[in-house]
């Protein structure tokens, strides 16, 4: 079983920046994928930014080049930096575990999830 805990969202004026938190209760990052996805009111659930066990990173075109996915493997911890927020990034963001050793297993964990609303 893994724990993972979001932080770091908020308020925030369009043009600026936030950077979330996600705190692992175990040292995962060796073996799992870990994502970042956002709900928007009315919305389904995208992923924004996954990084692989074994570092390489992939964002969706609507953040690419303004948010940054990273980890902190001696903290347990990854982080999503967002840069030139815009209206639309606002979303309840949520921190996501994933594991496949097996085609038919798989270990799937998520936080609570942080809110960040861009707005003036």
């Known amino acids: 079983q893994v724990q993972l805990v979001e932080s770091g969202g908020g308020l925030v004026q369009p043009g600026g920046s936030l950077r979330l938190s996600c705190a692992a209760s175990?040292?995962?990052?060796?073996?799992?994928?870990m994502n970042w996805y956002r709900q928007a009111p009315g919305k389904s659930r995208e992923l924004v930014a996954a990084?692989?066990?074994?570092?390489?990173?992939n964002y969706a075109v609507s953040v690419k080049d303004r948010f940054t996915i990273s980890r902190d493997n001696a903290k347990n911890t990854l982080y999503l930096q967002m840069n030139s927020l815009k209206p639309e990034d606002t979303a309840v963001y949520y921190c996501?575990?994933?594991?496949?050793?097996?085609?038919?297993?798989?270990?799937?964990?998520w936080g609570q999830g942080t809110q960040v609303t861009v707005s003036s």
């Open positions: 996501n575990a994933n594991y496949s050793p097996l085609r038919d297993v798989q270990y799937n964990y």
């Open positions: 175990r040292s995962i990052f060796s073996t799992y994928t």
């Open positions: 990084i692989t066990n074994g570092g390489s990173t």
